[in-house]
């Protein structure tokens, strides 16, 4: 039987890093996970200084054949990062970041946020698509793939990756890129963390400067018209032009609609083309205006603080067609917490005309990730804003897709999984069989390598 201090005294005087136990000063610090909904206790943590450590933990992990859960950001709101009686290895001490302005690239460890990575690669005017809140992990955001304010110009976070350091389950570090080990390469770009442990991820950057970027709000009683006059104007806008619909309330409470933008080319195009969606219905408040891109990626931070209590439930929509409207605006005035939101973030350019089998993220189409997203803050109100949230889920399926968006989904099944990963997970789970046949990396949103 081990115990969180033999981990201690067995496993940590050979790391780098750091090994936190149960006993340990700092112990819940290191155990919490941005969802609040998960209060689980790890045997131990293992915080990785460098790839070496991660090497170690594998070893260490499979020689006692214990559980092991994977964090980076700690931001997947099916809480995968920590899990009772696991070893939680914890990479978000990694935050090394080189970026050769040269090449465009950046070379980046897993521990990073989006802030961190974005702050790094301004400094030389260049980005590349994240997510679009700062304290996100870049690691299980690009393996899962990647969908932010850059999409549509320069495709998701995991197609802008150029190669990456993994540690598989035999404790080998593999180099994967499109040259070497190709099927590793392929799999890590939407896959999760089924394969591995990304202990540094090389990715292609971009020239990005000033963006026109804001949100347009209204109240709900202008909500159908101006999505209709959205969904229409969306099919017609460039790659530059990546927008997201967001239903909330107000601080006052008030049920509303704000429409958020970001243009990624030159701004005097953009006052031109964007005139008919910021004149057409007069908004509540117009907020678009030339932003720092850093400025941008974390103005939505304060709607996101770690620690709330999350339930998510989200699916594919091609269309905001009049019924996914008529239903939206049915559930919005029930929504029991004031602090809920659903969104609407748009996929389309670069990142839709991809092949769906050239990644494991297989979700190329112009679309909406629609994503209902509950949070609150005391346990008492858990049940009413998951029943509303599954109520608003289920009267929204004729209008979704059987599809979902693999970084949105909870705990909810293998069947979800497979929904993720649709034509591409027959070689998902090959790929795991080769690789991580007992399946280590099972904390996660699981590719089953048993025999179909
Ligand atoms: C507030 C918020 C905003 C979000 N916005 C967006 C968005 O705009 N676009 C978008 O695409 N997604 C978004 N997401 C979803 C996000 O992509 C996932 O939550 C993602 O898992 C976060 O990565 P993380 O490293 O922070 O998570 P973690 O919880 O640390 O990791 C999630 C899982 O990824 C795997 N993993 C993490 N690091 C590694 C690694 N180095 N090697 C191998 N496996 C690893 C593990 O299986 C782990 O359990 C958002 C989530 C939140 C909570």
Redesign the pocket.
Known sequence: MVHGASVGRELGSGLLGQVICPDDHGYDAARA??NGMFDRRPLAVVRSADASDVIRCIEFTRRYDLPL?????????AG??VHDGAIMLD?SGMKGVRVDPETRTVRAE?GLTLGEFDRATQAFGLATTL???SV??????T??????WLNGRHGLACDNLISADVVTADGQLLRASTQENEDLFWGIRGG??NF????SFEYQLHPVDLVLAGALSYPLSVAPRVLRFYNDFVKAAPDELSTAVSLARTPGGEPMLAIAVCYCGPIEEAEQLLYPLRTFQSPVDDGIQPLPYTALQSALDAR?PSGRRHYWKSGWLRDLSDGAIETLMQYLPLMPSSVSSVGL?QMHGVASRIAPSATAFPHRAEQYDFLILSQWSEAIDSDRNIEWTRALFQAMQPHLEKSV?V??LGDEGSGRVKAAYGQNYARLAALKRTLDPDNL?R??QNIDPSPI
């Open positions: 996970v941005f859960s994977v964090r980076g950001g700690g931001h997947s709101v995968h990062a990479l897993p997510g679009v809140v996100t992990g870049i690691a299980g955001l393996l899962g793939g990647g969908l932010g999760g963390g591995g442990v990304v202990t996101f973030q968006y970084n949105n990396f904390a996660n």
